[in-house]
C-alpha cells in the first residue's frame, strides 16, 4: 500500500469515529430533552439562547462553539480538524434528531430516569470517541482539557465546574431546568472520568492541529496509528 493511500486510512478511519462520537453525543443531549427532567448543562445552555433568539437548539449550538473556538484562536491556540467538525456536526446531528421525531417523552417516570441516564453515558463515550483520535479537542472540550492540565484537577472535577456555570447562564435564559440538569451536572463529569480511565485515555497526549495534520498528510511526518 502507498504512503498516501496509508495515509487516507488512516485518517479515514478517524473521521468516522470522530463522526460517531459527534452522533453519541448529540443523541445523548436528545434523550436528555426528551427524558422532560431537565436538560443537561450545555443543552440548557443551548436552549436558552434558542428562546431567547430565532435560532434553534442545534444552531445555538453551532454558535457556542464558533465562539469557544474564535475565543481559542484568538489566544493563538490552533485549532484541529475534529474541532472545526465538532462545531458543526453535533450541532447539526442535534437537530437532525430532533426533526425525525424518532424520540419521544415516556409517560413513565421510570423510563424518564432510564433515558436520562442513557443519555448521560451515551454523551460520555460520545466525548471519548472523538477525543481519542486526536485530531483536535472540541471548542469545549478543548477547554476542558487545558484547565485539567494547567489546575491538575481530576477531568470529572473540572467538567462538574463547567456544567455548573452553563446551567446558570442557560437557566437565566429561560432554559428548561429541572433534577436532571443537577444530575448531568453532577454525574457526567464522574461519568466521563470512569470512561477515560475504562479506556486507559491518556488527556496529557497532545491533538493535532490544522498545521499537524496538514505536514502528516503532505507526507512531511509520519502519521500516528
Partial sequence: MS?????????GKKIVMEMLGF??????SVLYLYSDL???PWGILHQGISFQTPLTIGQATQIVGLLLLTISVLFKIVPGVATVLNMIFIGLFTDV???THIISTPDSVVLKYI??????VICAYGMYFYLSQHLGAGPRD?????LQRVTKLDVGVVRVGMEVLAVIAGYLMGGQFGIGTILSALLLG????LVFKIHKYDSSRS??????TFRKVFGKVKAAP
Fill in 23 to 28: 452522533f453519541l453525543f448529540a443523541l445523548g
Fill in 115 to 120: 433515558m436520562m441516564l442513557l443519555g448521560n
Fill in 97 to 99: 434528531i430532533i426533526n
Fill in 38 to 40: 431537565g436538560l443537561n
Fill in 142 to 146: 478543548g477547554v476542558m482539557l487545558l
Fill in 207 to 212: 491533538h493535532e492541529n490544522l498545521f499537524d
Fill in 190 to 193: 464522574p461519568t466521563v472520568s
Fill in 3 to 11: 504512503k498516501s493511500n496509508n495515509l487516507a486510512l488512516v485518517y
